[in-house]
């Protein structure tokens, strides 16, 4: 939850930096501040112009290239996690018992402790084969901006029933990258087909904004209510323009 892909909004950022880039090459005649500046930018002795011409492709392009950011190396210094089975137990084999093949019954407790640099977190796993199974996490990535928990439940033998359900909170508040400057906290729960609800807030301090939209839906009864609401301020990139200009 915490991790999940940015898919196409991902792809476009990707492009952007790269449109970036190119333009911050100082002098399209310096090959070696282009593409390549990873290799031939990289420490290695160079004549005072090609030097000087490096320094400040780095000053005016750095931010634009993750690798160089501090933040992230930082936050990619290292990533690690534990892993905790306190106890399981499984019996195959028996006689006359038709819930699976095995014939057999299960159950068993895992605990997953990440952590890192750029953050940590908790994922914890109970179940009871055939019968009952449960997960909740929770973690922190102040790289990412994503602090939040979430957890579920399922029957598997009722499964197709809709027995299962699950849901969280998730807050952003990213330090880089486009969305800058905008707060999100995400809360959601959700049985099946039965019911599902989502609350989400957000607030853009840098572009003057605050969203608030709930929606909730009943699948069965096709039944739905949505809601939303935004509220506009002065935002601080007006104050800033406007400094600037003086």
Same mark, same amino acid.
Request: with cysteine.
């Given at each position: 939850?915490?991790?999940?892909?940015? %898919?196409?909004?991902?792809?476009?950022?990707?492009?952007?930096?790269?449109?970036?880039?190119?333009?911050?090459?100082?002098?399209?005649?310096?090959?070696?501040?282009?593409?390549?500046?990873?290799?031939?930018?990289?420490?290695?002795?160079?004549?005072? +112009?090609?030097?000087?011409?490096?320094?400040?492709?780095?000053?005016?392009?750095?931010?634009? +290239?993750?690798?160089?950011?501090?933040?992230?190396?930082?936050?990619?210094?290292?990533?690690?996690?534990?892993?905790?089975?306190?106890?399981?137990?499984?019996?195959?084999?028996?006689?006359?018992?038709?819930?699976?093949?095995?014939?057999?019954?299960?159950?068993?407790?895992?605990?997953? +402790?990440?952590?890192?640099?750029?953050?940590?977190?908790? &994922?914890?796993?109970?179940?009871?084969?055939?019968?009952?199974?449960?997960?909740?996490?929770?973690?922190?990535?102040?790289?990412?901006?994503?602090?939040?928990?979430?957890?579920?439940?399922?029957?598997?033998? @009722?499964?197709?029933?809709?027995? &299962?359900?699950?849901?969280?909170?998730?807050?952003?508040?990213?330090?880089?990258?486009?969305?800058?400057?905008? +707060?999100?906290?995400?809360? %959601?729960?959700?049985?099946?087909?039965?019911?599902?609800?989502?609350?989400?807030?957000?607030?853009?301090?840098?572009?003057?904004? @605050?969203?608030?939209?709930?929606?909730?839906?009943?699948?069965?009864?096709?039944?739905?209510?949505?809601?939303?609401?935004?509220?506009?301020?002065?935002?601080?990139?007006?104050?800033?323009?406007?400094?600037?200009?003086?």
């Amino acid at each position: 939850m915490l991790l999940h892909g940015r %898919g196409i909004s991902q792809k476009r950022e990707i492009w952007r930096r790269w449109l970036i880039r190119a333009s911050c090459q100082r002098d399209p005649r310096l090959p070696f501040c282009g593409n390549g500046f990873l290799t031939q930018c990289d420490g290695s002795k160079r004549n005072e +112009i090609e030097a000087a011409q490096c320094r400040a492709y780095f000053r005016d392009c750095s931010q634009y +290239i993750q690798n160089t950011n501090p933040l992230y190396a930082i936050a990619k210094a290292y990533n690690s996690q534990i892993g905790i089975n306190p106890w399981q137990f499984n019996v195959d084999g028996i006689p006359y018992y038709p819930v699976n093949k095995d014939r057999g019954v299960g159950a068993g407790q895992l605990f997953i +402790i990440p952590y890192g640099t750029q953050g940590g977190g908790y &994922q914890g796993h109970l179940g009871v084969r055939d019968y009952w199974s449960q997960y909740e996490e929770a973690g922190a990535n102040w790289y990412d901006g994503l602090y939040g928990y979430e957890g579920g439940w399922s029957a598997p033998l @009722v499964q197709h029933l809709g027995v &299962q359900g699950g849901g969280g909170s998730r807050t952003a508040v990213p330090l880089h990258g486009p969305d800058y400057g905008k +707060i999100r906290v995400d809360t %959601g729960y959700g049985v099946d087909t039965y019911y599902t609800g989502n609350h989400l807030v957000g607030v853009d301090w840098k572009g003057g904004q @605050v969203n608030d939209h709930l929606n909730i839906d009943i699948p069965l009864a096709d039944v739905g209510y949505d809601f939303g609401r935004a509220v506009a301020f002065p935002s601080v990139d007006t104050f800033t323009s406007k400094f600037i200009q003086q």
